[in-house]
């Protein structure tokens, strides 16, 4: 009988039993006659953002208009047991990057704050008084 060896090679989300997941680019290794994936997960630099939705964060609720700084994300390696995937999502390379920077809890430093003409009005706001009605 023919053994047949399947592979899988490139980006992608892998969602793990025990609700765990990993992004990255991966690829088939075999340890004799056993497959086991190996996921490359890339490196995130440090980088300046401004929110455009409030978020919250260790000083409390950040307004849209806030300028951050988030740490690198430092890339690494995980090989898993393909019995342990519930899910292997073929994805591109940016929505893989796009998938680690939001899932890696990072440090982030602000670095601006918006004032208060650059802040969005609240419902009813800006409103002149006979059309609050």
Known sequence: MESQTARF?????????????EAGYVTTQYFGDKAMFQIDVPEIPAGQETLTQPK???AG???PGTVIE???VPGRTRIVNPAAVYALNPATEEAVRAAVSASE?????????PTKGDLPLLPGEGMPDDAKE
């Open 70 to 72: 988030r740490e690198a």
């Open 61 to 63: 609720m950040m307004q």
């Open 9 to 21: 090679e490139g980006w992608a989300l892998v969602e793990l039993m025990g609700h765990q997941r």
């Open 56 to 58: 919250w964060g260790d």
């Open 105 to 113: 809890r990072r440090t982030i430093k602000v670095l601006s704050l």
